[in-house]
């Protein structure tokens, strides 16, 4: 889709900067779309801002040295890091405003001495590219911001699941080291992570800038509230790893209910996704959610240790957050993640369980 839009865009810069405005060599134009198109999600409008501040900051510099300076070799090389320079300064390791003030000055002390006039070209190329790019991914060929978000979610969910599996196994058939390998993984989903927020950023850009996916901005958001959740109840993942390694590490009683707990946790963060991907209430994952809970209270209440007490813990707050994942406010996620423990220790009790609530 990018490599569609960065040809689009080129061809449509190249022919505005000739056609329309009558530029024989419209060069830097569709270079400017390219840069637009090719900038990560949700930088693209400050890409452009930052091409055009570059070059104004390029001309701007080239053209006081040159004054005093004249042209030549050192010359051009003095010029050229003095615009780099004064870009690094205002603006900081900014890669599009370094570039095109360096490509300015590098044009611009060059060309002058056979070539009057350049500035004016230069600055409507940028604006032209730049206001092209920002176009097509607007308005002609505008991604689904959905799309984007899945395809960023989708490992960081799996290897969720995949984790607290891990860790049930780990719990069934008391293989610490299973245990700790989970909490490894668990803590190197940094990066995944981050891809996420890139994502959820370029979402939030197309939501704003394409009229076509303006329908999708509710999504959008739900999607950032839900992300919020999320990387909690990967928090507390890591933390019931880390208590299911030590509860192993000392031989502490591990009732049946507690790795099947863990493991329909599993469960529900691999429906959260499906539900959320198909556009359906996620109902299911909440009976998910509240049947993990319930077996965590079936647990305790048959008998844990310290460490054992810490996993039921960590697993009704990390259920907490994801009810609250799937639209729950704080109020009624507790209410139930409480109510599922009562429940689940009445059950173990041989009671019946009270449903006055």
């Known amino acids: 889709m990018i490599s569609t839009q960065a040809g689009l865009a080129a061809a449509v810069a190249w022919v505005i900067g000739h056609d329309v405005l009558g530029n024989p060599a419209p060069v830097f ?43 030549g070799l050192w010359q051009t090389g003095l010029i050229v890091g003095c615009a780099i320079l004064a870009t690094l300064m205002l603006f900081g390791r900014s890669g599009a405003a370094v ?22 070209p230069r600055v409507v190329d940028a604006m032209v ?14 991604l689904n911001p959905m799309r984007i978000l899945d395809r ?13 599996r891990e860790v049930s196994t780990a719990l069934a058939t008391h293989d ?22 890139q994502a959820l950023s370029g979402a939030e850009e197309v939501v704003s800038l394409a009229p ?30 880390r208590r299911s390694a030590m509860a192993l590490q000392y031989h502490e009683p591990i009732p049946a209910d507690l790795p099947v707990s863990v493991d329909r946790l599993a469960d529900a963060v691999e429906s959260l996704r499906r539900e959320h991907r198909a556009g ?3 109902e299911r994952t909440r009976r998910k959610i509240y049947d993990a809970v319930h077996k965590a209270g ?21 259920a907490s957050d994801l009810l609250r994942a799937t639209g729950c406010d704080p109020a009624s996620a507790n209410r139930t993640v409480r109510r599922a423990i009562e429940h689940g220790a009445n059950t173990a009790r041989g009671r019946r369980p009270d449903t006055s609530e």
């Open 29 to 71: 134009a569709p270079s400017a779309a390219v840069g637009t198109i090719v900038a990560a999600l949700g930088q693209r409008a400050h890409r452009t801002a930052e091409l055009l501040l570059g070059v104004g900051l390029g001309i701007a510099v080239t053209d006081l040295l040159l004054k005093y300076l004249g042209t």
């Open 99 to 120: 570039g095109q003030a360096g490509g300015t000055a590098v044009l611009l002390t060059t060309l002058s001495p056979a070539q009057q006039d350049l500035e004016w």
């Open 129 to 142: 590219g730049g206001v092209v790019g920002l176009v097509v991914v607007a308005l002609l060929l505008p």
């Open 152 to 164: 960023s979610a989708a490992p960081i969910y799996l290897n969720l699941a995949n984790q607290l």
């Open 176 to 197: 610490r080291q299973r245990a700790v390998r989970a909490l490894e993984a668990l803590r190197s989903m940094g990066p995944d992570l981050e891809r996420m927020h």
């Open 212 to 241: 076509a996916r303006w329908l999708r901005r509710q999504d959008v958001e739900r999607f950032a509230r839900g992300t919020v959740q999320v990387e909690r109840v990967i928090e507390h993942s890591r933390g019931l790893a």
């Open 280 to 282: 359906y209430e996620p």
């Open 298 to 318: 079936q647990a305790r209440a048959l008998g844990v240790s310290d460490f054992g007490s810490a996993v039921v813990t960590q697993l009704r707050t990390a």
